[in-house]
Structure formats: C-alpha cells, structure tokens
C-alpha cells in the first residue's frame, strides 16, 4: 500500500474542469480558483499538448485567459518533458505558485511525464502551502486515483491527488461513452463526468464540491447517474490522497 504524503493532511483546494478551457461560461469556475490562490502567482503547465506540438500556444492562451481575470503575475512553464523536469528553477516557480493550471492534451502523456518528477513534487509542495491545483480534459483526468487513455481505450492509474474518483471530461460531445469501461474495470471508483465550458472546486465542507459554468457534472453511482448544474454542491468520496 502506498503511503500518504505527510504534506496532505486535509482537503486543500483543487479546480476539475470538462475541456474547452480558457474560453466561455468556464470563467466562473476559474474565478472561484484565483479567488482561493489568494495573489500569489498562476502557473500553466502546458505538458499535456506536447505530442500534438501546441504547448506553446496552451501556455500563451492560458497567461492570456487568467490575465483577463485580474491575475497579476501568470507565467507559462518551460517543462514539458522528463528531462526539463529536472530543472530545479522550474520547479521552484511552480512550488511558489497560488494557483497550478494543467490545460487538456494527452493524458497518458502528462501523466508519465510528471509521475516522480521535480514538477510534481513543487504541485504537492504548493498544494501542501495552499495553493489551488487545477486542470482541464488531460489536466483533470490525471490528478484522479485512475484515468482513462482513449488513445489505447485503457484504464491507468492517476497520480491520486483525488482518490476514489475517474474523471470523464467532454461528457457532452465524447467522454459519455467511456463510463461503462471505467466502471467495468475500476470497481470502487466513482465515475465522474464534466461536460465542457464546465468545472467544479472543493469549495465547501470536507467532500463538497461546487459546480460552475455552462453544463452539468454527471456522477455514476451504482444506483444510477446523477447531475449537478451550475451552483449545485456534490459529495464525492472522502479519502486522503496518497502519491504517485
């Protein structure tokens, strides 16, 4: 069994988005997580569109995005890989972030990149400081306890910074259809689908999530699917974290 970070001890805040970031009625959402980074800096992490080559452009539209929402300070990293995530001033500008953004891409890509990684360490670091972690699509799907990669139609592990939960993100267009999978194969995970324009924050009690923006999040329990709109709370599974 995995052993809990000792830095995680409570619920600290966290922004799960469904795509279509940095764009639409999305804003709420990621106004509610600026709120809680208090007026530290905000940090894109674009790793994810690395295999698709529009890192760059990810970085750019998100220092645009959460410039137009009052940010004072946004930066878009330079890691993207193994090998840049060894650099220690990366990592001590993503360590003294209020907020960590993970725009969307490939999944499986962005979690192999920062399982284990100095990047990684400075996300649990901030995180443990108070600093909001959030993502979108790829972003989202990879802080969860398990994530599904469309691209080989499997079922992986996340880096379980939200245990008990597997994130389906464009539930509107696509991310529907992986649920009967993702509940198949991952018994005792809670599948948890977020339409696009669409995201939710810890916000709340212990285990209370607020949802915000254009479109629900569809939770899949065993006695049948459930949705919450914009300003509606939902409970998810309450567990510590663990590291991966």
């Known amino acids: 069994m995995e052993r809990t970070d000792p830095r995680i001890q409570r619920p600290a805040p966290l922004l799960l988005e469904g795509g279509r970031e940095f764009t ?4 709420a959402a990621d106004r509610a997580a600026l709120k809680a980074a208090g007026q530290k800096p905000v940090t894109i992490v674009p790793a994810a569109a690395v295999p698709e080559g ?3 452009q990810a970085g750019r539209n998100g220092v645009r995005w959460f410039k137009r929402l009052g940010a004072a300070d946004v930066r878009s990293t330079g890691w993207v890989d193994r090998q840049s995530s060894l650099d220690a001033g990366i990592a001590a500008a993503v360590a003294a972030s209020g907020l960590v953004f993970l725009p969307g891409g490939s999944p499986r890509y962005l979690a192999e990149a920062l399982r284990g990684s100095l990047v990684w360490e400075a996300m649990l670091s901030a995180q443990a400081a108070g600093a909001v972690i959030g993502g979108s699509s790829a972003g989202a799907m990879v802080l ?4 599904y990669d469309p691209s080989a139609a499997q079922v992986l592990p996340g880096l379980n910074l939200v245990p ?3 994130i389906l993100p464009h539930h509107d267009t696509f991310g529907n259809a992986w649920a009967p999978q993702v509940a198949r194969e991952a018994r005792g995970i809670l599948p948890v689908g977020i339409d696009e324009e669409t995201g939710m924050v810890n916000d709340g009690p212990a285990g209370s999530w607020t949802v915000y923006g254009k479109g629900v999040v569809t939770v899949y329990p065993a006695d049948g699917p459930r949705a919450y709109r914009d300003g509606e709370r939902l409970e998810l599974p ?6 991966r």
């Open 24 to 27: 639409g009625r999305i804003e």
């Open 54 to 56: 529009g890192e760059a």
């Open 144 to 147: 969860c306890e398990v994530y």
């Open 238 to 243: 309450s567990r510590s974290p663990q590291r």
């Open 164 to 166: 008990g939960i597997c």
